[in-house]
Nanobody, 124 residues
Framework: QVQLVESGGGSVQSGGSLRLSCAAS????????MAWFRQAPGKQREGVAA???????SYSDSVKGRFTISRDNAKNTLYLQMNSLKPEDTAMYYC??????????????????WGRGTQVTVSS
C-alpha cells in the first residue's frame, strides 16, 4: 500500500539546520509531484515547498532562500533542507504526493497521499 514516512525532525536552536526526509513506497514516485506542508499549534496548515515530477521547485515566501526541497527518484525519497531556522518554523511537517505535474502551487486538499508528519521545534 502507499506509504509516506517522514523523518529527521527534532529540536534545534534558532539559526540551526535540519534535513527532513520522506520515504515513499507503494506508487510510481517519479510520476508524482511532491510537497512539504506544516502546521503549527493553533494555526492553519500551510504549504512550504513543492517539487514537480520534472524537478521544478516552488517555495512559500516565508521559507524562500532558507529551505531547499529536493527529490531522489532512485531512492524514492523527498528531502527538505532547512537552514537559518527561526522559532516561527516550529511546526509538524508533512510530506504529500499528487500524481502528475504542472499544478502550480499545491494545496493540502489537492494531494492524493499524505504522511503522518515529523515535529520540528526551534528555540530562540
Amino acid at each position: 500500500q502507499v506509504q509516506l514516512v517522514e523523518s529527521g525532525g527534532g529540536s534545534v536552536q534558532s539559526g540551526g539546520s535540519l534535513r527532513l526526509s520522506c520515504a515513499a513506497s507503494g506508487f510510481t514516485y517519479s510520476s508524482y509531484s511532491m510537497a512539504w506542508f506544516r502546521q503549527a499549534p493553533g494555526k492553519q496548515r500551510e504549504g512550504v515547498a513543492a517539487v514537480d515530477s520534472n524537478g521544478s521547485t516552488s517555495y512559500s515566501d516565508s521559507v524562500k532562500g532558507r529551505f531547499t526541497i529536493s527529490r531522489d527518484n532512485a531512492k524514492n525519497t523527498l528531502y527538505l533542507q532547512m537552514n537559518s531556522l527561526k522559532p516561527e518554523d516550529t511546526a509538524m511537517y508533512y510530506c504529500a504526493a499528487i500524481r502528475g505535474r504542472g499544478y502550480g502551487w499545491l494545496t493540502w486538499s489537492q494531494m492524493g497521499y499524505w504522511g503522518r508528519g515529523t515535529q520540528v521545534t526551534v528555540s530562540s
